[in-house]
């Protein structure tokens, strides 16, 4: 079974750096997608970054385009979410995703990690 685990979350003042990771293991080949979703309580859990395996394609949602850095690292099966000029409304727990393919929209992701907290406050 695919698993994917968080990991790097915390607390930063508005305007630091943040760097979360995301180890993955169990997909059967390599066409997938890791992607980072965030939620804050109440609202719906919306799409942050994604990177495919095979090509390294990015994407990024607008709000965090530009701040925001996804990267790869294969052999260790590893992606890396590299978060700079951290704001207030960054604040949600960030979760891990996988799927084959399709809309970067939740319901498309096939696996979840657990989450990570990132708080931005002063």
């Known amino acids: 079974q695919v698993q994917l685990v968080e990991s790097g979350g915390g607390s930063v003042q508005p305007g630091g750096s943040l760097s979360l990771s995301c180890a993955y293991s169990?997909?059967?080949?390599?066409?997938?997608?890791v992607a980072w979703f965030r939620q804050v309580p109440g609202k719906e859990r919306e799409a942050v970054s994604s990177?495919?395996?095979?090509?390294?394609?990015?994407y990024y949602a607008p709000p965090v385009r530009g701040r925001f850095r996804i990267s790869k690292d294969d052999a260790k099966n590893t992606v890396k979410l590299e978060m700079n000029n951290l704001q207030p409304e960054d604040t949600a727990v960030y979760y891990c995703?996988?799927?084959?393919?399709?809309?970067?929209?939740?319901?498309?992701?096939?696996?979840w990690g657990k989450g990570t907290q990132v708080t931005v406050s002063s």
């Open positions: 995703a996988g799927t084959y393919g399709g809309r970067l929209v939740a319901d498309a992701m096939k696996y």
């Open positions: 169990g997909f059967t080949w390599d066409g997938y997608v």
């Open positions: 990177i495919s395996r095979a090509y390294g394609t990015t």
